[in-house]
Each structure stands twice: as structure tokens, then as C-alpha cells.
């Protein structure tokens, strides 16, 4: 009998979306419309070829479709899996205006790389060597997808990372049900054929940037964010606080103690942090899960079918909540809250207070900027702490230094993240030999950087 | 108030009576006398019995069926190298005459096929004739095995053996003769008019089509292969109806063959590709491919469809609409050169997949644009340009989004027979060509 431990991650943080078999494919394949100019492809970040993946499916071409997938998008297999689809392509797919379902393209695309993963051989190769070097910080999304297309273009490519494992949120701070820490390091190791160095636990102090911008040619930071904000109230010190980054982490490692381990969590913010900490909650056995907002629904920052799934799975939606105190005597106990309410715009708390019982509180207000990492490289970053870029390149005010990811968007998603890695690639090389031209091997993924213009198509001026 | 009649399904296809046009085709499905009785419970209102041949009985292959799937479609169109019965004629015989007895008022036709001299002929149309078979039906359109003995199409695919084998059978024969007649030919016309020539109280088609399923571009063999090499089969289902269609209309039309009595073959899957083949001439249809995937239970929809059609016209009986549809099929040259139609696309229903627009611009006439204000996905047709080709209706997705409408043009009819004949004079430009 299996243990309860593996009962749990058998039953509770099995994947949602499984992959489609091979005559399902074939059937989802068949419904697109093969739209021209289509608005999936505009939705992606990436800009995917989305229609033509899906007609390679459909004419049992799976490894070119994943070839289709990767030349645009070097983390597509993550993407499929952990790519929020209802506000992307699948959210921009014409078939909602004909109210019927949309085409299940992140299936249908995990369909194209789990063939290519299959194989165990990515469909492009590294470049011919450049003789120069670049160096990527941060072994997240954007820094790998920029170490592999470096690598195409033939620069020697060397990832630093503090952390023991590669792979950033995706190994780290992806719901396990949407992909396990197994697949991320799967696409990584892939991705690392092309001849990427990667160095873990290592952490970038002023030393090591000196010498990254004296060694190498370039620099691409990619670190993401820094730690959880603080809450700044009373009783955030207590024993049982958590930040929601470090209980995923914590979680993901599948750890048998951490199982039951509460009773009753209040998990605080409105990201989808937050209600991925309060699904996650449910379904590692807390009893009793809160999730506190301040303001009300609309003001969330959490995508509604996120929302949907942390109700499904039996949490609660305190809504117009700020927490005031987190209550205990040597751990926590509770949390008090303040009813609010929104006047003129303005949010205005009432002076009568509330108690949520709990034995956990989790904290998932934003992640701060990382302020120390850009001023090590001389990069400057804007009042909000975001690193300043040029949106084109995504060159900082260091000529030899790009970023890209969450450290210049502010935090996104996984897909934003292999989009900037994808353009300061380009950018690094264009910085490098500049006036460069994509050659054979490059011009379909450089293409897909602002999104290909498709044909021109003589323009007609008769009447409607 | 209005009498409400139910409409008579009853038919007299060259002198064979069944209660409805529906009949099994010379295949599997009529392999055997169990199976035909299981057919006529569900209601089937003929069967044409699997092909009887002279002993020793043939011998068949493994695998023997091949399909070709569309997209999500199974079985768009189908293949077969299955030669005729492989059971002992006697067996056949006998299982024929117990048919007859139990489902008196339903018509069995017997497919024959035996070699081309007079004899064989005479001998099996006796056999089948003292079995109670109502009517036989001459395979001259099996396209593989038997052709290569000289039987099947290679008899239909020569005229003279058409009209001398059928004056054979007709020698004999005191049962309806139907003669089964080849797509694998030039111009369908000619055995039919041969069939007619020699007695032929009626025509059956189509049979199949030579066909070459496919490769497996893994294995490099071809597809349905059997132990590694494959024979041409025959081609049927639901893709090749429009060709059937095609054959029946010129022999319907046909001034020679007008009026010879039509048994429609090929692709029907549903009651109304049945009334298709009804309207352009054909007194009975025979099915078998959408038999083979879905079973005989088929027919109880083909039958409610019908009635209902029939219902809805105001047809009491198949007479009332049977070839209305044939004369509207005409020589190209007949074809009115002033007629205009041009496409208009509803943007309340168009959902911006912007197939039309592509498949206007890169291979039609360039007369679909899209305004990009706003990020508009809709396109519109620009009307001054088009051609009314229909290109972009047929490539949209949503049924009624795209339309063709007639612009009148107050221009007099004008065909191309009547513009040569004017010295090409008289055309005026309905469309812009560029």
C-alpha cells in the first residue's frame, strides 16, 4: 500500500492537464481553423507559429511541431505546462467568438515537445563558435532561454546560479500540479546539450561582477525578484509565518513531514502567489485554508480560473480584509483583520476588528525588487526598482550588460520571461558584431522575436 | 383540414419492387443469407448478394480493406482488394431461396459474374432465377483480381462485351437484368448505351474506382498491404459521390440511355445524398461503405429522413421528384455568361479566422481585404472586384457567414454557344478581371 506521503502526491498534486493521446491530438489538431495572421500567435509573447504546430500535429509530424514550438520558444515545454492559456493564446482564440471552446493549444504544444523530449535530441544545434563569451545570471527562465539561443549563435555561454539547481521558479516555484520539478529539469538538461556551462550555488557579489564584466564579452541578468515583502504588522516574526515562496519550495520538495503539517493556514495577498500558497495548502492537507485580500475582487491580481480552482479545492475568499496583527503567544494562532471598505477610490478601514484562527500564516504580497544585483553591474533601474532597458535589445545603461525577465517586467510570467531571454540574445549579438544579419540557422527564431511579418498582401481600396 | 398521408417509399427499379429504395450493394454486407435477414428486419428494402461466381469459389487475401481519414474522420473514403464470394454457389443458392421465403416483399438481386461465354451465363442466371432471386445484376466493375481473369472490368471497360454478355443473360433470363457499370473508363456513356443495346433492363453504378491507398513512409510499404505488397483495390465511400453523381446524371441525360432505369451507387452515407442520387435520375440507391461502419441499423434514419423530406415537399410518392434535378445539368457551353454572383461576408457572424481572406488573396482574385483599424480581424469582400468564384464560402467555418448573392445585371442570358456563335459578339463584362 502506498504511503500516505505518496498518496497525497499521487491524488493531490497529480498534474491537472495531462497530455493528450495520440488520436485526441489528432481530433484537437483537426478543429483549428489555421487561422491567418492568427491572434494566438499575437497573444504569445513568443509569438509561436501556433497554427502551423498544430497542423503538423494534424498531419502526424509531432517532432516538427515541436521544432516549431522551441525555434520560437526554447522553454515551450515548460510553457505548455505552466503558460496561464486562458489569458494568452488560448484566451485570443477565435473560437470564443463563435462561443464554442477554444483549441486546447498548450495540450496540444506538449504534445509537439513531449515528441522531441521523447527523442532526447533538440532539432537545432549551437552555433559555430563566435570566440566570444557572455554571461548569464540567474538560471531562471530568461537566463536560460538566452543561454540557448547564445548558444546558437555560437557564443561560449556560462549560467551562475545561487541556488543548487537550475531552472529559477520553474524548478522552484511552480505548482506541482501544474509541472513537476522532474520535467523542469528535464527541459534543462536538454537545453543544456547546446553547450551552456552551468554553475550553481553561486551567489554574485560585488568580486564575481567585477570579474563577469572584465571576463566576458556580455552580461545578462536574470535573476528575477528578491524575497517576499514584508507585511509590516505586529507578530511577523512568529514561528509558523511563512513567505509563500519558501512553503512552494518547501512543498515541492515533497518532503513527508511537511504533509498535515497545519491545521489552518491564512495565506495573505491577492497574486496568484498567493492562490497557487492557498490551493497548495488544500491539498497538502491544511483543513482549514483563508485566503485574506485587502481590497475587493476586482482589485485582485489573480487570474480568475486560478480563483476558481483555490475555491474548488475548499478555500475560503476573505475578501476587504487587511491583516493588523498576527496573534500568538511563542507561535502563531491568528491573524486579526480590519473590515475595509473603498471610498472615493480610496481604501478606508474600519476601526472594529476580526480573528482568523490559524497555525500558519503564509505571505504572498509581491516579491521585492533586487536593488543590490543592477547596481553591482552598473545597470540602472527605474524608481519602482525595475531594471532600465532599451525595450528593442533590452540593453541596460551598461553598454556591455543586458536583463531581461522578472527583473525588468516586474514579475511575470514564465513566457514573458523566455521572450526577454530570446530578444537580448539577438541583442547581445547585435551589440557584438554590429549590422549582424540572421544567417540560415537563426533567421526563423530571430524572426519570431517582434513576431514575423507575414506576407504583404497588395492592399485593395473599393468600396465596403 | 388537411389529409396527412405518409409518403410512399414503395419503388420499381427496371421492374425490381421494394417497399423503399434503400438497397444493400453487392459487398460484405450481403455476404450471407443470416446477414441479409438481419438487414431486412432493421428494414433494408433490397440487397444485391455478394457477387456469385462459378466453383470452385474464389480464394481472398488478408488484409483486405484500406480507409483514408480526413482530420477527425474516420473512413472518409474506403478500399477493398476482396474478390467475389469465397462460399460455395449451392450454399448461396439455398440461403437465397430461404430469403426470398421469409421477406417475400423485399428485392433480392443476384450479382453474377462468371467468365464471358455464353454457357456459364445461362447456367448461373437458371440457378439464381429458380432460386427466387428477383432481378441479377451483372458485375461488369469489379476493378481488381477478377479483372485480371477477364471478368469484371474488364468486361465493363469494353463496350462489345457489355452488349454481348448482357444479350447472353438476356437469352435466359426471365428476371430484370441490371447491368453494374465501371468508373475505370473514359466516358460512362458508352457501356451504357452498350448495356442498353443488349437488352439491359437497367444500369447499376458506380462500382469502384482503381485505387492506391498509400505509402507508410516509415516502413516504406505500402499501405494495407498484404504480407508486404499491395494490389490496386477498388475506391468507394463517401468521397468519391460526387463522381458517382456525376456518372448517373450523363447517362440519365444521355439522349440514347434516357429513360433507362438507374440503380445509384456511390458514397451515400445519409438519406439526403440518397434523394441526390433520386433527383438526378436514379430509381433505387445501393450503400455499403457507411453500412460497414455503422451497420444496418442505418437505414432507420435513412428511411425517417426521406419520409420527412418527402413530407416537408409535399411528395406522396418517389415518382413525384425522381430525375427533377437532371435537367438543370447542362454542358458547360450552356452556362449563362451573364449571370452574376458576388460574395458578402455578415460581420455579426464572422469570427476573424481570416481563412477567406488568404485563401482569396493568395490563389483567388484579391477581392477580400481587411480594415486594421482597431485591430479589426474582419474582412469584407470588395464587391467591385468579385468574381463570385465561391472560394471564400467554401473555406469559412461558420455556416451562413458568407453568402453569394446575385447582382442582377438586366443583361439578356447569354452561353457560350450562343456568343461563338455570334462571332463572339454580344458579351458584356460582369466582373473585373485583373
Same mark, same amino acid.
Given at each position: 500500500?502506498?504511503?500516505?506521503?505518496?498518496?497525497?502526491?499521487?491524488?493531490?498534486?497529480?498534474?491537472?492537464?495531462?497530455?493528450?493521446?495520440?488520436?485526441?491530438?489528432?481530433?484537437?489538431?483537426?478543429?483549428?481553423?489555421?487561422?491567418?495572421?492568427?491572434?494566438?500567435?499575437?497573444?504569445?509573447?513568443?509569438?509561436?507559429?501556433?497554427?502551423?504546430?498544430?497542423?503538423?500535429?494534424?498531419?502526424?509530424?509531432?517532432?516538427?511541431?515541436?521544432?516549431?514550438?522551441?525555434?520560437?520558444?526554447?522553454?515551450?515545454?515548460?510553457?505548455?505546462?505552466?503558460?496561464?492559456?486562458?489569458?494568452?493564446?488560448?484566451?485570443?482564440?477565435?473560437?470564443?467568438?463563435?462561443?464554442?471552446?477554444?483549441?486546447?493549444?498548450?495540450?496540444?504544444?506538449?504534445?509537439?515537445?513531449?515528441?522531441?523530449?521523447?527523442?532526447?535530441?533538440?532539432?537545432?544545434?549551437?552555433?559555430?563558435?563566435?570566440?566570444?563569451?557572455?554571461?548569464?545570471?540567474?538560471?531562471?527562465?530568461?537566463?536560460?532561454?538566452?543561454?540557448?539561443?547564445?548558444?546558437?549563435?555560437?557564443?561560449?555561454?556560462?549560467?551562475?546560479?545561487?541556488?543548487?539547481?537550475?531552472?529559477?521558479?520553474?524548478?522552484?516555484?511552480?505548482?506541482?500540479?501544474?509541472?513537476?520539478?522532474?520535467?523542469?529539469?528535464?527541459?534543462?538538461?536538454?537545453?543544456?546539450?547546446?553547450?551552456?556551462?552551468?554553475?550553481?550555488?553561486?551567489?554574485?557579489?560585488?568580486?564575481?561582477?567585477?570579474?563577469?564584466?572584465?571576463?566576458?564579452?556580455?552580461?545578462?541578468?536574470?535573476?528575477?525578484?528578491?524575497?517576499?515583502?514584508?507585511?509590516?504588522?505586529?507578530?511577523?516574526?512568529?514561528?509558523?509565518?511563512?513567505?509563500?515562496?519558501?512553503?512552494?519550495?518547501?512543498?515541492?520538495?515533497?518532503?513527508?513531514?511537511?504533509?498535515?503539517?497545519?491545521?489552518?493556514?491564512?495565506?495573505?495577498?491577492?497574486?496568484?502567489?498567493?492562490?497557487?500558497?492557498?490551493?497548495?495548502?488544500?491539498?497538502?492537507?491544511?483543513?482549514?485554508?483563508?485566503?485574506?485580500?485587502?481590497?475587493?475582487?476586482?482589485?485582485?491580481?489573480?487570474?480568475?480560473?486560478?480563483?476558481?480552482?483555490?475555491?474548488?479545492?475548499?478555500?475560503?475568499?476573505?475578501?476587504?480584509?487587511?491583516?493588523?496583527?498576527?496573534?500568538?503567544?511563542?507561535?502563531?494562532?491568528?491573524?486579526?483583520?480590519?473590515?475595509?471598505?473603498?471610498?472615493?477610490?480610496?481604501?478606508?478601514?474600519?476601526?472594529?476588528?476580526?480573528?482568523?484562527?490559524?497555525?500558519?500564516?503564509?505571505?504572498?504580497?509581491?516579491?521585492?525588487?533586487?536593488?543590490?544585483?543592477?547596481?553591482?553591474?552598473?545597470?540602472?533601474?527605474?524608481?519602482?526598482?525595475?531594471?532600465?532597458?532599451?525595450?528593442?535589445?533590452?540593453?541596460?545603461?551598461?553598454?556591455?550588460?543586458?536583463?531581461?525577465?522578472?527583473?525588468?517586467?516586474?514579475?511575470?510570467?514564465?513566457?514573458?520571461?523566455?521572450?526577454?531571454?530570446?530578444?537580448?540574445?539577438?541583442?547581445?549579438?547585435?551589440?557584438?558584431?554590429?549590422?549582424?544579419?540572421?544567417?540560415?540557422?537563426?533567421?526563423?527564431?530571430?524572426?519570431?522575436?517582434?513576431?514575423?511579418?507575414?506576407?504583404?498582401?497588395?492592399?485593395?481600396?473599393?468600396?465596403? | 383540414?388537411?389529409?396527412?398521408?405518409?409518403?410512399?417509399?414503395?419503388?420499381?427499379?427496371?421492374?425490381?419492387?421494394?417497399?423503399?429504395?434503400?438497397?444493400?450493394?453487392?459487398?460484405?454486407?450481403?455476404?450471407?443469407?443470416?446477414?441479409?435477414?438481419?438487414?431486412?428486419?432493421?428494414?433494408?428494402?433490397?440487397?444485391?448478394?455478394?457477387?456469385?461466381?462459378?466453383?470452385?469459389?474464389?480464394?481472398?487475401?488478408?488484409?483486405?480493406?484500406?480507409?483514408?481519414?480526413?482530420?477527425?474522420?474516420?473512413?472518409?473514403?474506403?478500399?477493398?482488394?476482396?474478390?467475389?464470394?469465397?462460399?460455395?454457389?449451392?450454399?448461396?443458392?439455398?440461403?437465397?431461396?430461404?430469403?426470398?421465403?421469409?421477406?417475400?416483399?423485399?428485392?433480392?438481386?443476384?450479382?453474377?459474374?462468371?467468365?464471358?461465354?455464353?454457357?456459364?451465363?445461362?447456367?448461373?442466371?437458371?440457378?439464381?432465377?429458380?432460386?427466387?432471386?428477383?432481378?441479377?445484376?451483372?458485375?461488369?466493375?469489379?476493378?481488381?483480381?477478377?479483372?485480371?481473369?477477364?471478368?469484371?472490368?474488364?468486361?465493363?471497360?469494353?463496350?462489345?462485351?457489355?452488349?454481348?454478355?448482357?444479350?447472353?443473360?438476356?437469352?435466359?433470363?426471365?428476371?430484370?437484368?441490371?447491368?453494374?457499370?465501371?468508373?475505370?473508363?473514359?466516358?460512362?456513356?458508352?457501356?451504357?448505351?452498350?448495356?442498353?443495346?443488349?437488352?439491359?433492363?437497367?444500369?447499376?453504378?458506380?462500382?469502384?474506382?482503381?485505387?492506391?491507398?498509400?505509402?507508410?513512409?516509415?516502413?516504406?510499404?505500402?499501405?494495407?498491404?498484404?504480407?508486404?505488397?499491395?494490389?490496386?483495390?477498388?475506391?468507394? !465511400?463517401?468521397? +468519391?459521390?460526387? *463522381? @458517382?453523381? &456525376?456518372?448517373?446524371?450523363?447517362?440519365?441525360?444521355?439522349?440514347?440511355? %434516357?429513360?433507362?432505369?438507374?440503380?445509384?451507387?456511390?458514397?451515400?452515407?445519409?438519406?439526403?445524398?440518397?434523394?441526390?442520387?433520386?433527383?438526378?435520375?436514379?430509381?433505387?440507391?445501393?450503400?455499403?461503405?457507411?453500412?460497414?461502419?455503422?451497420?444496418?441499423?442505418?437505414?432507420?434514419?435513412?428511411?425517417?429522413?426521406?419520409?420527412?423530406?418527402?413530407?416537408?415537399?409535399?411528395?406522396?410518392?418517389?415518382?413525384?421528384?425522381?430525375?427533377?434535378?437532371?435537367?438543370?445539368?447542362?454542358?458547360?457551353?450552356?452556362?449563362?455568361?451573364?449571370?452574376?454572383?458576388?460574395?458578402?461576408?455578415?460581420?455579426?457572424?464572422?469570427? !476573424?479566422?481570416? +481563412?477567406?481572406? *488568404? @485563401?482569396? &488573396?493568395?490563389?483567388?482574385?484579391?477581392?477580400?481585404?481587411?480594415?486594421? %483599424?482597431?485591430?479589426?480581424?474582419?474582412?469584407?469582400?470588395?464587391?467591385?472586384?468579385?468574381?463570385?468564384?465561391?472560394?471564400?464560402?467554401?473555406?469559412?467555418?461558420?455556416?451562413?457567414?458568407?453568402?453569394?448573392?446575385?447582382?442582377?445585371?438586366?443583361?439578356?442570358?447569354?452561353?457560350?454557344?450562343?456568343?461563338?456563335?455570334?462571332?463572339?459578339?454580344?458579351?458584356?463584362?460582369?466582373?473585373?478581371?485583373?
Amino acid at each position: 500500500m502506498p504511503s500516505r506521503n505518496e498518496r497525497v502526491w499521487r491524488d493531490n498534486f497529480a498534474e491537472l492537464k495531462g497530455p493528450l493521446r495520440r488520436e485526441e491530438a489528432r481530433v484537437e489538431a483537426s478543429r483549428c481553423l489555421y487561422c491567418y495572421d492568427a491572434p494566438c500567435v499575437t497573444a504569445c509573447p513568443t509569438h509561436i507559429d501556433i497554427p502551423r504546430f498544430i497542423r503538423q500535429i494534424a498531419a502526424a509530424d509531432p517532432l516538427g511541431s515541436g521544432e516549431t514550438v522551441l525555434e520560437a520558444n526554447a522553454l515551450g515545454h515548460s510553457c505548455a505546462r505552466v503558460c496561464p492559456v486562458e489569458v494568452l493564446c488560448e484566451g485570443a482564440c477565435v473560437y470564443h467568438d463563435w462561443q464554442e471552446k477554444p483549441i486546447q493549444i498548450a495540450r496540444l504544444q506538449r504534445f509537439g515537445t513531449d515528441a522531441v523530449h521523447a527523442r532526447g535530441e533538440l532539432p537545432f544545434e549551437a552555433g559555430p563558435d563566435s570566440g566570444k563569451r557572455v554571461a548569464v545570471v540567474g538560471a531562471g527562465p530568461a537566463g536560460v532561454a538566452c543561454a540557448a539561443y547564445l548558444r546558437r549563435l555560437g557564443y561560449a555561454t556560462t549560467i551562475f546560479d545561487r541556488r543548487p539547481l537550475p531552472g529559477g521558479l520553474n524548478t522552484f516555484g511552480v505548482a506541482e500540479y501544474k509541472m513537476d520539478r522532474r520535467t523542469s529539469l528535464e527541459e534543462l538538461k536538454l537545453l543544456f546539450t547546446l553547450g551552456a556551462s552551468v554553475k550553481t550555488g553561486v551567489e554574485v557579489d560585488e568580486t564575481l561582477a567585477a570579474k563577469l564584466l572584465r571576463d566576458f564579452d556580455a552580461v545578462f541578468l536574470g535573476a528575477g525578484l528578491a524575497k517576499t515583502r514584508a507585511l509590516g504588522i505586529p507578530g511577523e516574526d512568529l514561528p509558523g509565518v511563512l513567505d509563500a515562496l519558501s512553503f512552494i519550495e518547501r512543498v515541492k520538495a515533497r518532503d513527508a513531514s511537511w504533509i498535515g503539517s497545519s491545521t489552518a493556514t491564512v495565506v495573505i495577498g491577492g497574486g496568484n502567489t498567493a492562490v497557487d500558497a492557498a490551493t497548495q495548502s488544500r491539498r497538502a492537507g491544511a483543513q482549514a485554508v483563508t485566503l485574506a485580500y485587502r481590497r475587493g475582487p476586482d482589485a485582485m491580481s489573480a487570474y480568475d480560473f486560478e480563483v476558481a480552482l483555490a475555491r474548488a479545492d475548499g478555500a475560503r475568499v476573505l475578501l476587504n480584509a487587511a491583516p493588523k496583527r498576527i496573534l500568538g503567544r511563542g507561535k502563531v494562532e491568528g491573524v486579526e483583520f480590519a473590515r475595509t471598505r473603498t471610498a472615493r477610490g480610496k481604501l478606508v478601514e474600519e476601526r472594529a476588528t476580526f480573528t482568523v484562527p490559524c497555525d500558519r500564516v503564509i505571505k504572498a504580497i509581491g516579491q521585492e525588487k533586487d536593488r543590490s544585483l543592477p547596481a553591482l553591474f552598473g545597470a540602472a533601474t527605474n524608481p519602482d526598482g525595475t531594471i532600465r532597458v532599451d525595450p528593442r535589445t533590452l540593453r541596460t545603461s551598461a553598454p556591455k550588460v543586458f536583463a531581461g525577465g522578472d527583473a525588468v517586467n516586474g514579475g511575470k510570467e514564465v513566457v514573458n520571461a523566455a521572450a526577454d531571454g530570446k530578444r537580448a540574445a539577438w541583442g547581445i549579438h547585435l551589440a557584438l558584431v554590429p549590422g549582424a544579419r540572421p544567417g540560415p540557422e537563426d533567421a526563423y527564431w530571430v524572426s519570431t522575436i517582434d513576431g514575423r511579418v507575414v506576407a504583404p498582401v497588395q492592399e485593395r481600396t473599393g468600396a465596403r | 383540414m388537411k389529409k396527412k398521408t405518409k409518403p410512399d417509399l414503395s419503388t420499381d427499379c427496371a421492374g425490381i419492387k421494394s417497399p423503399n429504395p434503400f438497397w444493400l450493394a453487392s459487398a460484405p454486407p450481403t455476404n450471407s443469407g443470416a446477414q441479409i435477414m438481419r438487414a431486412f428486419e432493421y428494414g433494408w428494402g433490397g440487397a444485391v448478394w455478394k457477387t456469385l461466381g462459378e466453383d470452385p469459389p474464389v480464394i481472398n487475401v488478408t488484409s483486405r480493406y484500406g480507409a483514408m481519414d480526413l482530420g477527425g474522420t474516420k473512413v472518409a473514403g474506403f478500399n477493398n482488394v476482396e474478390l467475389i464470394t469465397d462460399r460455395p454457389l449451392s450454399v448461396n443458392l439455398k440461403e437465397m431461396y430461404e430469403v426470398k421465403k421469409r421477406f417475400g416483399d423485399r428485392a433480392v438481386i443476384a450479382s453474377l459474374m462468371v467468365p464471358c461465354e455464353r454457357k456459364s451465363w445461362h447456367d448461373i442466371v437458371l440457378k439464381v432465377q429458380d432460386a427466387g432471386a428477383d432481378g441479377v445484376e451483372l458485375n461488369f466493375g469489379c476493378p481488381h483480381g477478377m479483372s485480371e481473369r477477364g471478368m469484371g472490368a474488364a468486361v465493363g471497360q469494353v463496350p462489345d462485351y457489355v452488349k454481348m454478355v448482357t444479350e447472353f443473360v438476356k437469352e435466359k433470363s426471365k428476371i430484370p437484368v441490371l447491368v453494374k457499370l465501371t468508373p475505370n473508363i473514359a466516358d460512362v456513356r458508352f457501356p451504357a448505351r452498350a448495356a442498353k443495346a443488349g437488352g439491359a433492363d437497367g444500369v447499376s453504378l458506380i462500382n469502384t474506382i482503381n485505387s492506391l491507398m498509400g505509402v507508410d513512409v516509415e516502413t516504406l510499404v505500402p499501405k494495407f498491404a498484404v504480407g508486404g505488397k499491395a494490389a490496386h483495390g477498388g475506391y468507394c !465511400g463517401p468521397a +468519391v459521390k460526387p *463522381i @458517382a453523381l &456525376n456518372m448517373v446524371t450523363q447517362i440519365a441525360n444521355d439522349p440514347e440511355t %434516357k429513360g433507362l432505369p438507374i440503380s445509384g451507387i456511390g458514397g451515400i452515407s445519409t438519406w439526403s445524398d440518397a434523394v441526390e442520387f433520386l433527383l438526378l435520375g436514379a430509381t433505387s440507391v445501393q450503400l455499403c461503405t457507411a453500412v460497414m461502419h455503422h451497420g444496418y441499423r442505418i437505414v432507420e434514419d435513412l428511411e425517417a429522413g426521406l419520409r420527412g423530406w418527402m413530407k416537408r415537399k409535399g411528395y406522396a410518392r418517389l415518382s413525384d421528384f425522381v430525375g427533377a434535378s437532371a435537367p438543370s445539368v447542362v454542358e458547360w457551353k450552356h452556362l449563362n455568361l451573364h449571370h452574376k454572383t458576388v460574395a458578402s461576408i455578415d460581420p455579426d457572424k464572422c469570427i !476573424g479566422c481570416d +481563412v477567406c481572406f *488568404i @485563401a482569396c &488573396n493568395d490563389t483567388a482574385h484579391q477581392c477580400i481585404a481587411i480594415d486594421r %483599424k482597431k485591430g479589426n480581424r474582419k474582412p469584407h469582400v470588395v464587391q467591385s472586384d468579385c468574381v463570385g468564384c465561391n472560394l471564400c464560402s467554401l473555406v469559412c467555418p461558420v455556416d451562413g457567414c458568407i453568402t453569394m448573392t446575385e447582382v442582377k445585371t438586366g443583361l439578356k442570358p447569354l452561353t457560350w454557344e450562343q456568343y461563338a456563335k455570334n462571332g463572339m459578339k454580344g458579351y458584356t463584362k460582369v466582373y473585373e478581371s485583373h
